[in-house]
T-cell receptor, first 111, second 114 residues
Framework: GQQVMQIPQYQHVQEGEDFTTYCNSS?????IQWYKQRPGGHPVFLIQ?????EVKKQKRLTFQFGEAKKNSSLHITATQTTDVGTYFC???????????FGKGTRLHILP | DVKVTQSSRYLVKRTGEKVFLECVQD?????MFWYRQDPGLGLRLIYF???????EKGDIPEGYSVSREKKERFSLILESASTNQTSMYLC?????????????FGSGTRLTVV
């Protein structure tokens, strides 16, 4: 079945350093979504990408969708303590299908 | 502000009990989902519903059932709770209209089965 793999599983960075998490699908996706879950919280939708090669920015966060629509990345520039949490990617083969979540990358910031 | 509300934040039940986890959304969303979240295993889909009275099995439906009698409410039922069902349960909903299509999650119910 369809799988969405996410790496790394954990990442420790010094505050102010950059951070990137990568998402790879075994099949071509219709769209990719990204969520953030703060410690003790629930996943919160960040963004959706639908076009091949699409790049979107939200302040210090940059989201990319690969040309083949099988991979994606989230890059955070100059991390802050508020960026702590687990970042999930999720994708579906068809627009109205349920989405498949990756296992997430847990980001820990060292002060 | 739009909301997905789960009835309990923490729940402790005994092995063999029938457990009801309730989820209500106020956004008139068509789709609703139940996940469980365990360390190292991510979010695993238990059941989902694309419309009232409709239900579909997710990836791990064994030991669970669901009910969706009204559009805004999606209940997860543990027929006979077991210790391996100790977990965080997350309900989510989605509007199929509109561009965003992101899931809105509830705050979760941490269930402990003893």
């Amino acid at each position: 079945g369809q799988q969405v793999m996410q790496i790394p599983q954990y990442q420790h960075v010094q505050e102010g350093e950059d951070f990137t998490t990568y998402c790879n699908s075994s099949t071509t996706l219709s769209n990719i979504q990204w969520y953030k879950q703060r410690p003790g919280g629930h996943p919160v939708f960040l963004i959706q990408l639908v076009k091949s090669g699409e790049v979107k920015k939200q302040k210090r966060l940059t989201f990319q969708f690969g040309e083949a629509k099988k991979n994606s990345s989230l890059h955070i520039t100059a991390t802050q303590t508020t960026d702590v949490g687990t970042y999930f990617c999720a994708g579906s083969k068809n627009r109205d299908d349920k989405i498949i979540f990756g296992k997430g990358t847990r980001l820990h910031i060292l002060p | 502000d739009v909301k997905v509300t789960q009835s309990s934040r923490y729940l402790v039940k005994r092995t063999g009990e029938k457990v009801f986890l309730e989820c209500v959304q106020d956004m008139d969303h068509e789709n609703m989902f139940w996940y469980r979240q365990d360390p190292g295993l991510g979010l695993r889909l238990i059941y989902f519903s694309y419309d009232v009275k409709m239900k579909e099995k997710g990836d791990i439906p064994e030991g669970y059932s669901v009910s969706r009698e009204k559009k805004e409410r999606f209940s997860l039922i543990l027929e006979s709770a077991s210790t391996n069902q100790t977990s965080m349960y997350l309900c989510a909903s989605r509007n199929v209209q509109g561009a965003r299509r992101g899931y809105t999650f509830g705050s979760g119910t941490r269930l402990t089965v003893v």
